[in-house]
C-alpha cells in the first residue's frame, strides 16, 4: 500500500496536488517556525518527485533524493531537517493508511548527514552588547519597548518565543529577587528565569508607560505610537533584534545570537557553567558549552604559537 500520490486534495488548495499530504504533517506539529520549515522541504521534496517521475514513496526514493540535495551542495543540517519532515511524512501517512508500515519504517531508517565539529555561532562584547540595548529611542512608546525587549533577550537569554508568550504575571518575587517563573522552554522543560535588576528597570518602563498590569508584556506598537491589542510575534522579535543591530553596525544579528551573548558574558563574569545551563534550560552541559565556546578558544588558537617567516619577491 503506497497511496501517496492518490491523496485527494482540498478544494481550496488546488495549486498544491499534494496539500493534503503536507497538512497531516504540519497539522502534527505545534511550533510555528517548525511547521515553515517543514513545509518548505516538504515542497522542495514534492517538486523533485515530480521531475523524478512520481518514483513510489519508498527507502530508496528518500536516499537518491538525499544524495540530489548533497549534489546541490546544501549543508548537513539543512539536509538532516528535510529528511526529518520526509520522515514524519511517512510516519503521518502510516498512520493515514496511506502508507505501509514497513515502508515508513523503512524510510524513517534513512540516514542523514554526519556534521563533524558542531556550530559555533554568535557572541557580543560587553561594550557590543550595551550598544545594542541602548539603540531604542527612550522617549517612545516603542523604544521603551523594545529596550525592554532586547533587555530580557541579553540578560535573561530568552528564546523569541518564550519572550513573545510571557505574561505580567509570570514575573514574581522569588528568594528576595524578580524571576520569571515556570517559564516553558523547548521540549517543554520548565525553568525559573533570574532577572537581573538592569532589565527589570526597562520593564517597569515599558509596562509602566503602557499601563500593563496583566497579560502579555510584549504587543505591537504602531509607527504613531499607539499600542495594538495584538501579541509581538516571533518574527516581530526577529526584525527588531536586526533593525537595531543594522544601526549600531552589527549585521546579520538574531535573537539567539543574544541568548549566546547571554551565555557567554555570564561566564566571562565567573558563572558556573551549570547555573548557566539552568539558566538557559539546556539539556545537558554540553549544549551549554557549544554557546560559550569552550571548546575551542579562539583568543588562545594553537596555531598562533609559531610563526613561518615569507620568503620576499625577488
Not at 552541559?285 to 620576499?312: H, M
Amino acid at each position: 500500500m503506497n497511496q501517496l500520490a492518490t491523496i485527494p486534495v482540498p478544494a481550496e488548495r488546488p495549486a498544491s496536488p499534494y496539500a493534503a499530504a503536507m497538512q497531516l504533517v504540519l497539522n502534527a506539529v505545534s511550533s510555528p517556525l517548525t511547521r515553515a520549515m517543514y513545509e518548505k522541504a516538504l515542497r522542495d521534496f514534492f517538486t523533485w518527485w515530480e521531475e523524478q517521475g512520481r518514483p513510489e514513496f519508498t527507502k530508496a526514493a528518500v536516499q537518491a533524493h538525499r544524495a540530489a540535495l548533497e549534489a546541490r551542495g546544501y549543508a548537513a543540517s539543512t539536509i538532516n531537517q528535510r529528511l526529518a519532515a520526509i520522515r514524519k511524512l511517512a510516519v503521518e501517512a502510516a498512520d493515514n493508511h496511506l502508507l505501509s508500515l514497513d515502508h515508513a519504517a523503512a524510510i524513517a531508517r534513512v540516514k542523514g548527514i554526519p556534521k563533524s565539529g558542531f556550530r559555533m555561532g554568535n557572541w557580543l562584547t560587553e561594550k557590543q552588547a550595551e550598544q545594542l540595548i541602548n539603540a531604542p529611542a527612550p522617549e517612545t512608546l516603542k523604544g521603551k519597548r523594545d529596550r525592554a525587549l532586547l533587555g530580557l533577550l541579553v540578560g535573561c537569554g530568552l528564546r523569541r518565543r518564550e519572550l513573545s508568550t510571557l505574561n505580567v504575571e509570570d514575573i514574581q518575587q522569588r528568594d528576595g529577587r524578580w524571576v520569571i517563573i515556570d517559564l516553558e522552554g523547548k521540549h517543554a522543560r520548565i525553568r525559573s528565569v533570574p532577572v537581573p535588576p538592569w532589565v527589570k528597570v526597562a520593564l517597569d518602563d515599558w509596562l509602566s508607560a503602557a499601563a500593563f498590569t496583566a497579560g502579555r508584556i510584549f504587543c505591537a506598537v504602531s509607527r504613531h505610537g499607539k499600542i495594538s491589542s495584538r501579541t509581538i510575534s516571533e518574527q516581530a522579535v526577529l526584525d527588531n533584534v536586526r533593525q537595531y543591530g543594522k544601526q549600531v553596525g552589527l549585521e546579520n544579528i538574531r535573537p539567539h545570537d543574544l541568548r549566546r551573548t547571554c551565555a557567554k558574558l555570564c561566564r566571562s563574569r565567573g558563572g558556573e557553567l551549570e547555573q548557566i545551563q539552568l539558566l538557559l534550560g539546556h539539556s545537558s552541559i554540553q549544549v551549554t558549552e557549544q554557546y560559550l565556546g569552550t571548546k575551542q578558544s579562539l583568543q588562545d588558537a594553537p596555531n598562533d604559537r609559531f610563526v613561518l617567516r615569507w620568503q620576499k619577491a625577488s
